[in-house]
């Protein structure tokens, strides 16, 4: 279950509440008794692997051709 903290106590101990929510707590906020935020910890962002659409795209030689005069026009060229 998560603890309900006041604003000002929030403020107050802002850095503490933040480890606590690194280890696994989630802490909600409140206005008097009215919640108003949840701090919960945040999902980590998997790396991106090099090269892991290699195989599944293919460029054709098409691609590097210079495109045609209309286009470019269409670009501002």
Known sequence: MSEMISIHAAKTHLSRLIARVEA???IVIARGHTP???L???APVPRR???AL???IALGPQ???PLPADELTLWGQ
């Open 63 to 65: 691609f590097f051709e």
């Open 49 to 51: 692997v090099f090269g």
């Open 36 to 38: 108003v935020a949840r």
């Open 40 to 42: 919960v910890p945040m």
């Open 24 to 26: 696994g707590e989630e």
């Open 54 to 56: 290699r195989d599944r």
